[in-house]
């Protein structure tokens, strides 16, 4: 299987999920069965349904959480040396070249990315443009309304 990358924070923040699974949702769900069982006749019991499909996910989710961790590739954006180029982990300070608008973003893994705290996934778009650039260059992002140009003005590893 291919390696995940993920920053620390971002392995920090599964397994503190996983943990959460294992230790709160799951035995709650088994107390949560238990109770819909005691209600009686299982194969009209809406109650008891909808507590084994939440066990599902949960278990299914455990599996998912577990196998990124096993393959995750943990990269601490403080130790990288990039000579100032674009990479996973970076944060780069960003130029709209047609609104002036400046923006800056930590490229993280897929599970990390959150655009309201201005972390984006290795695999959008702006991302991939941004990967290998420097500060000074410009990246041309094709954007839903229209191709879209950004001057890179700072890359932090931070």
Known sequence: MTKIPLTIA??????????HLKTVERPGIIVAIAEARSHGDLSENAEYDAAKDRQGFIEGRILEVE???ANAQIIDPALLDADGRCVFGATVT??????GQITTYQIVGDDEADIKVGKISVGSPVARAL???????????????GMREYEIIEVTYV
Do not use: C, F, T, W
């Open 131 to 145: 990967i290998g650039k420097y500060a000074g260059d410009l990246a041309e992002v094709q954007a839903p309304n």
């Open 10 to 19: 971002g392995a920090e923040a599964l397994r503190a999920e996983l943990h």
């Open 94 to 99: 960003l130029e709209d070249m047609g609104s």
């Open 67 to 69: 196998n990124k961790l």
